[in-house]
């Protein structure tokens, strides 16, 4: 079957009117139905008509609005791209130019950027309800996410309506029996690509979508969030679970179906904890980069049994029907199962390519002779082997770019700009694990000791929280290793008390 035959949109219409009378979302301690989410859908198709232009921004508040306006301008065959109004004014501007963004829906009291036209969505008068889709070609843009980028520029990754269609057959080809009766978890910022499966997937569905604010502390909000009103279906990064295992104990939720991780390296010894906490549940480690639409990978843990593994680290299994995996040399060889080498991504899945970047496209993709015909890849720059029969177990990163907090991160981009601020001054970034096993920004400074706030203040300015050094050491000269490149590993040792 074609995973394209069904339109998700007319799917996502037949559910709205379908559902009208059951609940849609679940934000801020309020239920909004189906009906509202139609309503709010209509008022901000609406307000589009008259607006030019296919890419739209929008403003990523916590509110019935802003998931209407993803739903809106895909009715209007236009494409989104979200813009966290907590990042840096200087990044988001960056954003808004690269996409070439002249039109922002903000459901927020006051316009985030009044320089650029915005539709203030909780502010339109009311229309008559209309959620028939426009129609578009398969290969029309329905999101733009930027991305870390290594020259404190952010990557476009723009992915397709036969990417997202590819994606949600794929998904459903994997057994999962969601009903209107579920109840979902969407604990990632919009402009986290694994937040799409977690509004989209209920939507298609008639589940309802329980929010975690922006401004709650994380971790315990989703555990209430699980204990109070029972949720069935929940989508997680890792590091979720070092912040709630001292807690494993007390956590009893017998009504979870499916818990999924992905986002970072998912740790066996934890997920077997994690396990006695939800005992009917579907446990599976999923795996893609946003280059490859969400995740592309599955590895269903096994209860009371044996489970793959490497270095303490589950599968992240196979590949997702319509996609394919391969690992590569240095060559673009392929190689064959129990070597390690890079893993490469194809299939349906896969983006079109970077936004206006044919020299980084040039270096991340590529084309192979695969099963008897020409095929795409996407290089992840994760190290991995395939087993016997397989399944795929990561060894680690090639690069310096890591995962912190579920968010892409490339150490580079964090040092561009604590270099740029010391000007001739050397740095070196690295990640270690803070006290509860997450992992952490650290900044190695090759100089004699120094107030460095005003560099973090600088930082501060130019790049998000969760990439802020959390702890820095001087060091007179960096150590280099054999191959004359600085050794990291021994800058690693200063932060060891």
Not at 37 to 59: D, E, P, Y
């Amino acid at each position: 079957m074609n995973p394209t035959e069904n339109d998700i949109y007319l799917d996502l219409k037949e559910v709205i009117l379908a559902h009208e009378n059951r609940n849609a979302f679940f934000i801020n301690g309020i239920y909004y139905t189906y009906l509202d989410f139609a309503k709010a859908i209509s008022n901000i198709r609406f307000a589009l008509k008259n607006n030019t232009g296919k890419i739209i921004g929008i403003i990523t508040n916590d509110d019935l609005e802003t998931y209407a306006a993803i739903v809106a301008i895909w009715f209007e065959g236009k494409a989104y791209v979200p813009i966290n109004p907590d990042i840096p004014s200087d990044r988001n501007q960056n954003i808004i130019s690269e996409a070439g963004i002249e039109t922002i829906i903000d459901s927020s009291e006051t316009a985030v950027f009044p320089n650029i036209k915005a539709i203030q969505s909780k502010k339109i008068e009311p229309v008559a309800i209309d959620l028939e889709p426009n129609k578009i070609p398969e290969s029309e843009l329905v999101y733009l996410l930027f991305t870390s980028g290594t020259t404190g520029k952010p990557k476009g990754v723009p992915i397709s309506k036969q990417n997202l269609s590819g994606f949600t057959k794929a998904f459903w080809d994997l057994g999962y029996k969601i009903n209107e009766d579920d109840r979902f978890l969407q604990m990632f910022e919009l402009t986290f690509d694994l937040s799409v499966m977690s509004y989209l997937i209920p939507l298609l569905k008639g589940s309802c979508v329980y929010l975690v604010p922006k401004d709650k502390i994380k971790y315990s909000y989703i555990f209430e969030l699980m204990e109070d009103y029972e949720l069935t279906v929940a989508l997680m990064v890792p590091s979720i679970l070092h912040y709630l295992r001292p807690y494993f104990d007390e956590i009893d939720l017998p009504k979870m179906r499916y818990s999924l991780f992905c986002g970072e390296a998912l740790p066996l010894d934890v997920t077997t904890e994690w396990s006695n906490c939800l005992p009917n549940a579907q446990i599976t480690n999923v795996y893609g980069p946003t280059e490859d639409t969400i995740f592309c990978t599955f590895y269903d843990y096994v209860r009371n049994g044996q489970n793959k593994s490497y270095n303490g680290i589950l599968s992240i299994g196979k590949s997702m029907n319509y996609n394919s995996t391969i690992i590569i040399d240095e060559e673009n060889n392929v190689l064959e199962p129990g070597n390690v080498g890079q893993l490469c991504l194809g299939g349906i899945q896969l983006t079109p390519g970077y936004w206006k970047n044919p020299e980084k496209n040039k270096e991340a993709f590529f084309n192979i002779l695969y099963n008897n015909k020409e095929e795409r890849f996407y290089k992840t720059g994760d190290l991995c082997k395939a087993d016997e029969n397989g399944d795929l177990l990561y060894i680690g990163r090639i690069d310096f770019q890591t995962k912190i907090q579920g968010f892409r991160v490339e150490l580079s981009e964090i040092e561009f700009y604590a270099k740029e601020f010391l000007s001739k001054i050397n740095v070196v970034v690295l990640t270690l694990p803070d006290d509860v096993g997450n992992t952490e920004v650290a900044m190695v400074i090759e100089s004699k000791p120094f107030d460095y706030k005003d560099t973090i203040d600088y930082m501060k300015e130019k790049l998000p929280y969760y990439m802020i050094p959390k702890k820095v050491k001087f060091i007179d000269t960096f150590p280099l290793n054999v191959n004359g490149k600085t050794d990291r590993k021994k800058l690693e040792i200063l932060f060891i008390d």
